[in-house]
């Protein structure tokens, strides 16, 4: 069970790096404060360095994954509801709604996880 989650977060964080590798490949971040596309971009580096961390230092990836996903999920947030203020259902609210999911398991699986890693 221990690897399962971090080779599923491993996945999670190199999907993320790809993703924002893309962004910034295709225009950025217009139209979002300076801080906001800031923070985005670091992302690119961040979920990389979630990835290694994982395949290398579970217990360390994990805490920073954690860290990274819950962040991420605010400034989603942030962008999709406070910037974007469209009615209804968005692309982005769904991706937003996404990334919280995945941030609230990782924090949920983590204690157990990392207790099963030092176990072994």
């Not at 290398?56 to 947030?77: E, H, K, M, Q, S």
Request: glycine share 10%; proline share 5%.
């Amino acid at each position: 069970m221990p690897l399962l989650v971090v080779r599923a977060a491993a996945v999670v964080f190199a999907y993320g790096t790809v993703v924002h590798v893309f962004q910034l490949v295709t225009g950025g971040y217009p139209g979002l404060p300076g801080w906001l596309a800031a923070y985005f971009v670091s992302l690119t580096v961040l979920d990389a360095l979630a990835v290694l961390l994982l395949l290398c230092r579970p217990v360390a990836g994990l805490y920073v994954g954690g860290f990274i996903l819950v962040t991420d999920a605010l400034a989603n947030f942030y962008a999709n509801y406070v910037v974007d203020t469209a009615p209804g259902v968005t692309a982005g609210r769904i991706g937003q709604a996404v990334i919280t999911l995945l941030a609230v398991g990782l924090v949920a699986l983590t204690p157990a996880t990392v207790r099963a890693l030092r176990r072994r």
